[in-house]
């Protein structure tokens, strides 16, 4: 990967990547288990627990299992070379006996973040880039909500300041 030209005046903040869609290299996996007797709290530190183990991405989903009781899907992207790992981990921050593996391919855009002084302070901004040129940007949630905090504004009176 190589770093994406950051425009003067803006500092990277985190990884760049090439400009263009890119392949991963490596793959990844999807791993998926159905739970359904389990409290939603624990599947909440499950979540975390796994993206804090490097899972690319983590999400529940809700379904209907046998007998018509609601349940979720927990799925974790991850890295191939982290499969055994956070698969270990789903069988033991859940109360799922199994869990499934599927090979998937993933496409990322170019990415970087820069930080900017507002009347807020510093706040960084994710960017997408493709073919070279920055496509979208948008503040970091985590810097919205320090500063809905701070101030007592919400989060969308800030996010339309910061975008205008």
């Known amino acids: 990967m190589t770093k994406t030209p950051i425009p003067a005046g803006a500092e990277p903040d985190f990884r760049s990547t090439q400009a263009g869609v890119l392949k991963e290299a490596g793959g990844c996996v999807e791993l998926s288990a159905n739970i359904d007797d389990q409290p939603a709290e624990t599947l909440a530190f499950a979540l975390s627990r796994a993206l804090d183990a490097g899972a690319l991405d983590a999400w529940f989903t809700p379904i209907q299992m046998k007998k018509n009781r609601p349940a979720v899907t927990f799925t974790v992207l991850a890295r191939k070379e982290d499969e055994t790992r956070l698969a270990e981990l789903i069988l033991r921050e859940t109360s799922t006996l199994g869990v499934r593996v599927k090979e998937c391919v993933r496409y ?3 990415r970087d973040c820069v930080r900017r002084e507002t009347r807020f302070g510093t706040v960084r901004f994710k ?21 809905a905090r701070e101030t007592g504004l919400s989060i969308g009176e800030i996010l339309n300041e910061l975008t205008e």
């Open 127 to 147: 960017r997408k880039i493709l073919n070279g040129k920055i496509v979208s940007e948008r503040p970091e949630y985590d810097d919205l909500e320090r500063i």
């Open 108 to 110: 990322v855009a170019g």
